[in-house]
Structures are given as structure tokens and as C-alpha cells.
């Protein structure tokens, strides 16, 4: 074993750093998960991760990833052969769809410009086409880990409102969840997928489903087969603080104190700490003279901020520099942005100065990779940070 | 918040005890799932895995329960409307019957004495009346957890071989698996399902499939949905030291400090010394004048004892005074046993005076909870110790 | 590295147990000791301790083991040449006493038989007999930690206050603090002595001394020469919540994660906790036909109980095999007491099964290594322990 | 509690910041320090520690802060009314002349430039104009943590050499061991201080001395009192791998972990590391327009650096804008050069993006501050760190 002094700047779009807190929290003895303390466990991190999601209807925990989230909201919901409306709008939202078409359903997969996010007007026209109601559900990414591009959940909703279309609508949040706003109820999504290792700052091995009346009542007749993910076993265990099977106790110490850690920040607290170093991350990179990848302000995401390089250059190049030199990790671009963008995550247990070190190392990169940029961007970060807005 | 002095004794049948060694590897930060170091600690995992199943072929991991893993042992090889072969020799084994039924399998489930292991000579019958070959596959459960019953998985073997039968051998050893001897290629068993919080002393949230060739096959005409659970994906990915979705490191952390603890400690003596706790713990239990679930001494757990207590008496009495008395938890009877006996796991991290702890917690119980024994059951457990037997 | 399954049980007469509570709370980033949250742990763990001694005068807290204590004690109050009383009642009051001699002081060291403790007779013999009050301080050990028996200080208080003897009193209480009842102030000792490594169940490291008003005015004319353990700068910088140099900051926040759970647990509690544990542990002495070293039965200590060995057998032996067969660590025979008696600690964090264990693994290693004993000690104490009597 | 996220940045010059490793090793049950394992550890950590010194000679390891190591020093080798010669250089300097003064001995303390190390021409002066070698020790901090300025330790042994003196020569290391160049042996130091929470990278509470054969015979004449500090006993323990008091385990495993670090990374690599990240902070301090406070570039500290403001401006507001803003805690100026400086320390376990993110935070409290710099220092630093040099 060599040691490489320091610590580790893990700067990907997640898994996250975790704090001391939660990792202490994670490191004692499981206990009984048939006994009382359990059951105390159990009710404190529903009821947390309610608050979370911003829902007073149900949330199930899997011992899972988030793939298992995306399975689960499927086979709950829907019948083999049901048509299920997804949109191209990144790396994610393509394998959430893949996903669907594996388990049988028939998905239209809507081609989109990944440098932006769902377009309600491509929704509306996709939905309002479908005269027989034949889609039973539309899904969407709400925050695009591989492009750094947030939708506007609140619009599509609307689109569905508005053409009175009886689909679902599943929400993806894996990388939004605890960092940015988001409101379960409030924007009437019925199936909402999260998992533990972005802003919920654990490892990853958990994930969740938040569930509406009405994608709870859906279940009913949903003729997809389930067993691991059924929510009715979950639901019924949950509601005496235990689980059907084998929980992730010590994932779920994690969550207890990471829910804790939010609460007592407070979650408007954590959004605007989000956008403050979101914004700083963005005046970088436009200092350098490189580009955001999303393209709109708007959509521009406030937990990861993926970087288009120039025609020529290797965003491969720079992320090796970044690790083998500075030791921060940076994402790579994932399927057709591969080598064409790197992404900077900056969600979860972060402030000022771990994200200009993170900064710094990103400057330090670029240059030693030999892209050609503007020096700078640090210095117009500090600017942004030192004037404590956005 | 009260303090309790001491530490809990957590003597279920699982999960177990967890050494400081493996809560302490865990204790770190994340790392990028997609980075060099990431593949080297998946490389590591994924070897001593196959040295702990016994097999040279593919292991996958799951970052889920056993039950999932239960789950992907029948998807990834069987198709709708399938006819498989399960017996009701416990809870577990109606458990996973219960699976294979949701997912659309045909299910014969053979009623057998739960008191027993799965009877060679019933799967003869079975299997032999099946002349057509309808039978797809056979579901074994090595150890019930509910009843501490070994099953002679070789001997069902035997008889798939002798009569020539093709259908796939699937074993679940959630409970025995790096505890008593198991060989998944030596005994040609299909597909191994196994998880973390047993015999490998990790928390819950990792599950295994072992796979033969046969098996690997056989998930090519298989027709069952399937995804999350997908075999194929895994070993494409694995092959280069990656995840087709995001891994739950932490736990693999985990995974890798205590299959360096098996190998130190060396298999042969992790057995022995199961065996040796094992036996100590049924002469305590003889000479309180209770009774083994388990009738036949070959077919004893030797990582989980489960008492008999005389008609009229309440087990559940006794884990409460148990718990309640002396911080020591026991596992209570489940389904049908419920209330007529109750569990001792003396599986996984565990030393003499472990057990002769939780023995005389065992034994105050008893008296405590006033079901009518002979006191000495310590003294013969020990006397048993200090011969040094097995 | 080879694995030794399952927990070691160290069952010195200290250091005792750490409790997994306090380990983690240690596990985290030293902070800024000149900052404001520094302030604030060191007046939590003042507060604390005060009350652990029972005192509402000073306490200091010195990075340092016990034996920094003792020094502490003599430095801060007396000057080269002064006549101090001692008593030789054990290891440790001899070693205490050496301290003294070797910082300038002029002891006298009254020879004791070590079966029981300090008597107040003799104290009075002696203290009666300096008519001219050369004696500046009587050296007591509250609990002998090398021969398990507690000496009496309200008595040889008593003594001293029926002939208005202005000696200071100092008493060790290392290995009794926190375990069985102590009054600093009630009592109207002038230093009292404690270490951090038993009752208060932190690793070593730390250690206390409670000082009176009267040893606090006697610093003003005490010559010994002393810089670091020096109350006055102590005092001074810790009124601000500061050290005159720099602390032991992780200890600290061990103690006052170890002050917060004897507080949960309430001293009365854990006194009577460790008396029920100590009471049984002497019946299973005795059911062996063994001596408790002590020899009066209200002066046989609560936290340490030194075991005889009948002539001709050798402790050590006992020792070597409670440590190779069964993984627990035993406290040895101490100066003229080496290989005659072995030490079982039944002090800081531990319950009645864990004791259960370490008599278990005791009476095995009786056996083991030869020495003639009845059997039945566990039975006798699990008898005492299911009794709930104290 | 309220949560603040993200990483504290500690870079005051020490206690350092510990790395996960030496935490986690030291989070683990204390054992028997009477035990074979214990010897293990004791004699791992006594010749790990006499590579760090660069001596062949005796290491002895106190539970104590530095001071305490000071203050070893001196009763082990001197006697009462023993004339020294100290310099007054810097706070720490001062400190240890006024212990030496404490504990009885004639103290000449030579005034001096703050902001340059020990003069070798005064050192001459002064053991020159020493006919009668009355002079017993002269003391030097090799680093002075409150100033950042190193002084030249083999220009004053030369000194020494030259005439003939026999003083011994000790020096405090307390913020240069591990970190920057010292060789006990070939610089021929007499005795060498040293304490753990900084470049050994461990929380406080050891100390070291190490100790050439002069100073070991010393000890034969020395007469001051002494006892915890008593080098004879702990070499005598030491040799068989105990100690004479109960050592502080913990720690020590902590110990035993960073020195494996340490060796993993090559003590040649960790002193580059050390400059290369001074030079990095230097630049920036030159391109604030500020001063460095040390004059002389060949003194200047590689471990510690504190940075002059200009008449009017307090530093005390630049550390508390950086705590308060930017939850970095900086070292504040000690003794005279209270609210004139501010220190960063940049030792022990350090990278290029933690130095980046700490040097952000200097640079956006210095504005926040109303300093008035000029802007660039970061930008500087990252140039220095991409060329690489030193």
C-alpha cells in the first residue's frame, strides 16, 4: 500500500462525500431488525424522508440502488405491454427507459436535445396525439446526472392538467433529491425514485420510492410480476416499523442522522447553499471560456455542472490529470458525450472551500491537460462566493 | 436517549454479530465507482467470493437482501409458467416457493416435517413421476434459519444425477454459507443464493448468486422480465472491475476486510468451530430437558439451534426476558412455531465465551420466563468446551 | 495478521471495556483548541467530572496517565523534605508513596497486611503520635487495584478530624471512581486521584485531580518545583474555557461522550450495577472453594476482585490459559502477589452477561490449567445474578 | 446541534488534520498493556519513531502534550540552580525558558529578532564569553510554531563544536518532526523534543524525547526530582515492550498507523511535499502584497506560515471572518505579535487542493476583512503548483 497524503476530493456527480457524522453513525453493531429499537429506526427515517420528499402519502425503502427505484415505480404501476412515454434528454433517462422496455412495457423513447431539459411543448404534443389514452405513463428525469440539465417537472405536470391526460407520471430525482427544490405533493408527480448516495450524502445501497394515492390505488391492477419490489408487502410491514425482508440496517443508521444533519440545516438552507456554489461553479467556467453544457439558465443544474472542452481536446484527458495529479475525481461524460464534456459534482456535504479546492484542481487540470482556457475562473468563483449571492 | 452498560448480546440467527474489523473498513469514504481503485476492491471481492461458494465459475452481487437474490436466481433462468420443485421444510423454504409463484412460476410445494431436512427419497418421488421433464428446477434451502435443519444438499444431487433428471439444482445458504462446509461446483449445485449478514459478518444489503455453467445457459432462453437482476449485465460489467449501476461500496469495503478475515482464520477451522459452538450449545440444551427442533443429529444446524419448549409454555416469553433482562436477543419461532420455540444463532463472529454469555442469558431466561428446566445446561456446555471437541 | 474470531474479553482490573459510543466519539477531527467549540467541550467535561467526584471545587484534567495524577497532587502542595504518611497496603499505595519519596518528600510507609485495608486504628496510632503535626498529608488508595479491597476514607477522614490533624488527605481512586460511591466534598478529602482508563471507561490517557479548598491554599506556600502539572495555570486557562498548553482534544470528547452515558444511566444505578456484578462474581469464587484475596467482606471491592490460589498452583498458569484457549485477558498477581493470585475486573461498561462470559471462561481455565476446583461458580453466580439481589 | 456542511478546513499549525486512517486505527478496544500484543505494538513504535528522529539512540514516548516532553528534558539531565542558555526567538522559545525557570534552574534568555531564527554568531557570543562552562544545555526550537521561522540546528551544534563546548544541545521539533529535515544523530542534538498532533498527524496527548548517549549519561548526575518523566524506567520497561505506567494504547495504535504512512510515502517525499506546498502559500502571501513574517528565505518555515499585516489592521478579523464565512480556522498571533498576525499552517496530512481551498479562504477573509490586498494570491500559488517546483 503507498499513501498519498491528503484527502481525496471526490467531485463526481455522486456517490457524494459523507460526512464524519454519517459514517459514524453507520459504524456499530446491526441490530435485530425484528426487535422495538428497530422499529423506532424504521419510523424515524419514514417519517424524515417524508419531510424530504415533501409528501404526507407513502415512501418505501429498498436495499437497492437506484435502478432497483426505477424497477420498482414500473412493476407496481403497470401491465406487460402498457406504453410508457419517455424522452432522450440524457444518459439516465434512456436507461430508465431501457429499463421499462426490458420488462415488458412499450416505450416511446422521444428523441431530445440533451443540452436541455423535457420540453413541455414536445410533451404536450406527444400526450395530446395519444386520443385513446394509451400511455399509462410519462416518465422524466428531473435532474440529468449525465448532462447537468434540470426539467421542469412543475410544466409537465401542467401539460397533464391541462389536457386532463390520465397517465402517471414518474419523476426521477436521484441527483436532485435534499439538493435542490422539490415537492412530491405539491407538484402532484405520482412515483418519485431517489436513492442514498447524492444529497442524502450516504453510500450507496439504498432507494425510494414516493408514492401518490393515486399510483398507490394503480398497483391494484398493475399485472407486472413483483415480488422484492412489491410496495403492498412494504407498506404493510412499514406500518409496525418493520420490513418483508432483511433491511440495510446500518444504511438505515446513516439516514436517520443524515436526516437529522438536513433538518437541522434546514432544507431551504441546503437549496440556497446549493445555488450559492452551483453559481460560483458556472462563473468558473465561463471565466475560463469554456462552456456549461446546458444550455439554458434556467435548466442549468444547481448540483453538477457538466463542462463542454473545445473540439480537439480530451475531457478525458483533464479528469486523468485531475486524479493523477491533484487527486479529484471529476465524471467522465457518459455515452455520446464521452470525452466531450467532464462533469463537476457539487451537491451533498459540501461548502465554500471544498469546492474551490475543487475548483482549483479543475483550473490546475485543464492546464495540465493543455486545454487552452483563460486563467481565472478560480478568482471569478471567490468573486461570486465572496459577494454571498445568489 | 438511556444507556444501557455493556454491549448487546445479538444471538438471532442473522444477522450476527459484525467484528470491529469489518465496521471499521466500511468506515470511509465513498469512492468513484468508475475509477481504478474502485475495480481492484471488485476484483478482490469477486475472487474470495468464488473461494468461499466453492466454485470456479461466475459469482454476482447485488446490492439488495437475500430475498433478492432469491429473486435473481429464478429470472435470470426460468420462464413464465415454468414448473418448479420446492418443499415446505420451513419458513424460508415456503419463502422463496411464495417468490416463484409471484413471478408467474408453477410451483409444486412438497409438505414435509419441518423437524427434517429435505428427504432424498421425496425428491426421488417427485422428480421421478415427472417423466416428462416438466420440472425445471429444485429449490433447496441448505439451512432453514427457521428451524436450524441442514439439508443434505449432496444427496439431491445424487438423485438428479441418478435419474438423469435435467432440471436446475438452486440452493439458498443465506444461513450457512462460510459457516458449514458447502461446495458449489463439488456438488454441482446451479445456482447459490447467499447474502452479507450471516456467515460473512457484514450488515445486510448484499446478496449473491453463484452460478454454474449449466445455469449461465440456461439465462439465455429464459423468458422471465428481468433487469435490475440481469446476470448478463453484471458479468460484462464485472469483467472489467465495474458495475452496470451503481454498487454499494461501503458494504463491498466491508466484504473485503472479512473474507481476509476467512482466509486468515482459513475455512476449515471456521467450520470446525462452528461445529464445536454447535455442539456445545445442543448439550446445554439437552441438559436443561428441552428439546433440538432438528431430529436428526445429522442434520442439526450447526450455526442455529432452535428450542423446542414444552406445550403450554411460551417462547416468546422467554426472548423477552431474554431482551429485557439480560440485552440479549434470541430468535423467536416463525409461522407456525411461532410462540413453541425460540432461536439461538451462534453463527458468524463468535468465540467460546460468546457463547457461554449468551448460554447463561439463555438459561437465566428459561428461569426467569418460568418454564420448568433442569439448571446445568452452562456447566455441560462448558464441559463440552473444555474437552474441546467438535 | 491471523483472525481470532469473535470479541477479545479484557477483563483487567483496567483498561476496562470502551464502549462503542465512545470510541466513535473519539473517532473524529481534532479541532482548534483556542476556538470557541473547544471552549465549550472543556467546561461540558469540568461540569461533568465535578459531579462524578461529587465536588463543587476545582477540578483539573491533565493529559497524562494516573501516575501524572499523583504527581500532580504532591507538587501542588507540598515543599522538598515534607513528611507525608503512607500506608503499605498494596502495589499501588507503594508506588504512589515512591513517587513521593522520589520527588523529595519524606515518607513514612507503614507496613499493612495487603488482605485488607487502610486501617483507621493505626492511622490514628500514627497521626496521634506526630504531637509536633509534622505530617503534611495521609496517602490513601480508595481501592486497591493489585489486591481488590476498598479501604474505608470516611473512617481515616474521621480520624483525622477527632484529633484536628491539619494533614491533607489524598486519596487515589483510580480504579473506583465512577463504579463505586466516592464524595469528594462530603467526605472532605483534600486531592483526590483518578485516571480516565476504568470507571470513566476511556482509553488511558487522562487523568483528574479533585482538589479542596484547603489543598488549594496550600499551593501558595507548596515549593515542590512544578510547571506542567501546576493547578494554578490550569485553573486559570480553564476558567475560559482553555488549557495552559495544548489538551488531549479526542480524549476529551471520549469524556464527555462517557459523562452524557453515566449521567443517562445515573450514578446510583451504575454503583448498584457493579455491586450485583462484584457480589455475584465472589459466589462463584466461592462455589469454586476459592479465596477472595480480600478478607472482609465489606471491604471486598466492587470493581476488582483478586482471586487465591490455593499454594502450589500457579496463577499465571490460569492467566496463560483464559488468554490462549479462550481469548480473555485476566489481571495478574502484582509484586509479593505474583503467581499467588489472578485479577478479575468487573469494572466500567459491562453487564451480567459479559460477566457471565468471563466467569465461564474463569472456571474453564481453573480447569485447564489444573488447579483443583469445584464446579459450579457460573451456576452459583447466575443463581445470584437471576435473584437480582445486590 | 445545527449542522454546518461540509469539511472544517483546521489549518492552524497544529494539532494537523488526521487522516481517516490513524482515526480508524485508534477507534478500536484498548488491550492489555501487561499483553504479548502490546509488546508487538510498543516495540513497532519505538523503532518506527527512531527512524522518524533519525537516531539509533533511545526514544522514549510520554502520555503527555509537548510540555511535558519539555519539561522530560530537563529533570533528566539537570540539576537545581544548572545555568542554561535559551533564546527568546518566539512564544514557544519564551515558553520552554519559563519552564526551565520553574523547575529551578538559572535561566539566561538572550533577546532576539522574532522574524529570524537563532543566530549562530550569538550563540558563539554568548558560550564564548562561558569561561567556566557554567552553561549545562542550550535550547533551541528548531521551528518556531509561533513565528514560522526554522532555525539553523547544525550552525548552532557547529558553534558548539568549535569551542569546545559541553552544553548539551536540545532542541523542540514539536512543529518540524516528520515534516521537514532533522537527524537527531548526525546533527548531534543532545536531546530532541517532539509531540504528536502535528506532522506525525496524530490528535495530542504523546510526547517524545529522544536522547543521545551524552544526555543519557546526564542522567546519572542530574538531581532534579523527577518521576513520571524518569527516562530510567521507561528505557528499563521499554526494553521487554512496556512501559512503567499505563501507557496511552490508543494513541499508540494511532501512532503505529502514521508511521506506516509515513513510511509508505518516503520521508524524502514528505519534506518535498512540505516545500512544495510552503512555496505554493509564500507565493500567495508575496502576491497579496503582504509579508511573510520570517525575513530570511533560508529560515523560512516549510510547515508553518504567518503572515504580517500591515499597522492598522487586525488579524484577529481576518481568522474570525475566515471562521465564521468560511469554516477555516486559522492560528492567531501569539504573545506580542497578538492581532498583527495570522499563521496558516500547512503540515501533516496536506494535498495541493486541501492548500488550494485553505489558501481560497485566506484570500476571500482577507477582503471580507477589509484587508486590503491585492487579489491574485491563489491564482499565484496554482502557478507554483503546476510548474511543479519547489
Redesign the interface.
Known sequence: ??????????Q?P?????P??V??A??????????PAFADLARDVLAGLKDVFGTRSHVVI???????AW?AALVNTLS?GDKILAFEHGFFAVGWA??AA???LEVELVPLDWRRGVDPAVVEEKLGADRDRAIKAVLVVHNETSTGVTSRVPAVRHVLDRLGHPALLMVDTVSSLASVEYRHDEWRVDVTVA?S?KGLML???LSFNAISEKAWRARGVAK?????W?WDDMVEFNASGFF????????LFGLREAL???R??ELSN?FA?HGRLAAATRRAVAAWGLDVFALDPVEQSNTITAVLLPDGTDADAVRRAA?E?????LG?GLGKLKGRVFRIGHLG??????L???L??V??AL??AGVRVR??G??AA?DH??GGGD
Open positions: 500500500m503507498t499513501y498519498r497524503s491528503g484527502r481525496h476530493f471526490l463526481i455522486g456517490p457524494t462525500n459523507i464524519d457524522r459514517l459514524r453507520m459504524d456499530r453493531p446491526t441490530i435485530d431488525h425484528r426487535g429498498y436495499p437497492a440502488s437506484g435502478s432497483g424497477e406487460p431501457r429499463v426490458r420488462l415488458g436513492g448516495q453510500p450507496p445501497g407486472l410480476p413483483r415480488s422484492y412489491s418483508p425482508y432483511t433491511p440495510a440496517t446500518n444504511l437529522a444533519m438536513l437541522e440545516e441546503v447553499r486524479l495529479r491533484f487527486d479529484l475525481s467522465p456535504d459540501l461548502n465554500e472551500l471544498m474551490a479546492g475543487t482549483c484542481g483550473e490546475m492546464v495540465a486563467r481565472g478560480v478568482q471567490l462566493l465572496l
